[in-house]
């Protein structure tokens, strides 16, 4: 079993950058299907993007697009969420999550598709 454990959440003033990182242990990422969601104060989580590497297969939510881009370092273990033009409306804990039985390829994109989930990160965009 994987565990996955984010960073990277911040304070930052809109139209500002941040990085948020998903350091896996315990087993390697390169079968897994992996995405980042959201879950702002009294919303329900939602997706934000996702990837899966053999073969590329990538969705970013409407919102994020253009703006978001996720990607991995095989050999940190690790899955980068790259967040550009922040806007106050994407302040959130944000949460990675992995998944062994293909649900990028399925376009199965809800919360429930992935078994395995990180305890988040906060991010607050500042008007």
């Known amino acids: 079993q994987v565990q996955l454990e984010e960073s990277g959440g911040d304070l930052v003033q809109a139209g500002g950058s941040l990085r948020l990182s998903c350091a896996a242990s315990?087993?390697?990422?390169?079968?897994?299907?992996m995405a980042w969601f959201r879950q702002a104060p009294g919303k329900e989580r939602e997706f934000v993007a996702a990837?899966?590497?053999?073969?590329?297969?990538?969705y970013y939510a409407e919102s994020v697009k253009g703006r978001f881009t996720i990607s991995r370092d095989n050999a940190k273990n690790t899955v980068y969420l790259q967040m550009n033009g922040l806007k106050p409306e994407d302040t959130a804990v944000y949460y990675c999550a992995a998944d062994l039985r293909d649900p990028v390829t399925r376009g199965t994109l809800r919360p429930r598709d992935f078994g395995t989930w990180g305890q988040g990160t906060q991010v607050t965009v500042s008007s």
């Open positions: 315990g087993r390697t990422l390169s079968n897994y299907d």
């Open positions: 990837k899966k590497w053999t073969p590329t297969i990538t």
